[in-house]
């Protein structure tokens, strides 16, 4: 997968480069088909101190991409938190996809069924 990382009035360090990658990868562990990932992290001084810091992430998966945004006081919890947004649209994705197969393979057991 490939990672694009930018940050806004946030300086970059190697722990929070860490922490993001391993986000990813538990992300990637869920759904093996993602192209690339755009992570953006902010630092907006002029918000109440409870929502400063931003992050947002866009994965580029076949079919729509998928979008998250959270706002936090700490930029580690904003992380966590996209990140578990993420993971539930992949987990919704996935059990959609599911749930249209097995309809598809009820629907052929019964036709079957009823020609016998």
Not at 22 to 41: I, Q
Not at 45 to 54: A, G
Request: hydrophobic share 30%; net charge positive.
């Amino acid at each position: 997968m490939k990672l694009i990382l930018s940050t806004h009035n946030v300086t970059l360090t190697k722990a929070i480069e860490d922490h993001v990658l391993d986000r990813l990868d538990k992300l990637e562990h869920l759904d093996r088909w993602t192209v690339d990932a755009r992570v953006t992290l902010e630092h907006d001084k002029t918000r109440v101190p409870e929502k400063q810091f931003s992050c947002s992430m866009r994965i580029t998966m076949r079919g729509p991409d998928l979008f998250a945004e959270d706002r936090e006081s700490d930029l580690y919890v904003a992380i966590d938190c996209v990140t578990k947004k993420i993971e539930q649209q992949i987990r919704k994705r996935h059990n959609k996809r599911k749930a249209a197969k097995h309809k598809v393979a009820s629907r052929n057991k019964r036709t079957r069924q009823e020609t016998e």
